[in-house]
């Protein structure tokens, strides 16, 4: 069975680090992967998607960055942290090439100091 | 990629059937209807996908009407652990389409 992972779980930063959360994704091959953002009480904004290796596609111009150096690893980062970056950070997996569901870790609370 | 419309809240007694519906006027042939869960600090998990006409499975339905501009979610008797907020999505059935949520609505289900 498939399986994502997210990592960490919580993460308190102070403004000006640096910023680097994983996403693997187990029991499939060539998934098209995303990263949301959700501020508190708000909706989820999709930040980043990508269809295959070194593939990125930006969806809101920000301060931070995706990379996906391996086939189900996606990597989200940022060089210096801002206090509005403050927020849950979800990775997501969907099949490529259907209109299956798309699957979410379980998310990082990022709270910037 | 279509746009969605739906209300921001609803409240719900325990027991009662809860329908949400979900407005995408600009809905394009080849999309399809999808339904999200999210509960508080966890990813949105699915609920229910659909064409046309309806769509049933053991956690809710799915109702679609001919012209397929809107679509509406049905909870049969929904309990406390149904809060939640839920998301309409609309979107084509190729995975290479990124996945877009809207605001949501959020269901409070009382005692």
């Known amino acids: 069975s498939q399986t994502i992972h997210q990592w960490p779980a919580t993460l308190v930063q102070p403004v000006g680090s640096p910023l680097s959360l994983e996403c693997t994704v187990e029991?499939?091959?060539?998934?098209?992967l995303y990263w949301y953002r959700q501020a508190a009480g708000r909706g989820l904004q999709l930040l980043f998607y990508s269809v295959g290796i070194g593939q990125i596609s930006s969806e809101v111009p920000q301060n931070l960055s995706a990379s996906r150096p391996q086939d189900r690893q996606f990597i989200l980062s940022s060089k210096k942290l801002l206090l509005s970056d403050s927020g849950f950070y979800l990775c997501?997996?969907?099949?490529?090439?259907?209109?299956?569901?798309?699957?979410f870790g379980q998310g990082t609370r990022l709270t910037v100091v | 990629l279509a746009k969605t419309t739906q209300p921001i809240s609803m409240d719900s007694y325990e027991g009662q059937e809860v329908n949400i519906t979900c407005s995408h006027n600009n809905i394009a042939t080849n999309d399809y209807i999808t339904w999200y869960q999210q509960f508080p600090s966890q990813g949105p998990r699915f609920i229910i996908q659909g064409y046309k006409t309806k769509v049933t499975n053991e956690v809710a339905s799915l109702f679609i009407p001919a012209d397929r501009k809107s679509s509406t979610l049905s909870l049969p008797r929904v309990s406390l652990s149904d809060t939640a907020v839920y998301y309409c999505?609309?979107?084509?059935?190729?995975?290479?389409?990124?996945?877009?949520f809207g605001t949501g609505t959020k269901l409070q289900v009382i005692p």
């Open positions: 997501a997996w969907r099949m490529r090439g259907t209109n299956t569901e798309a699957f």
């Open positions: 999505l609309v979107g084509d059935v190729g995975g290479y389409q990124k996945v877009t």
């Open positions: 029991g499939t091959s060539n998934p098209n």
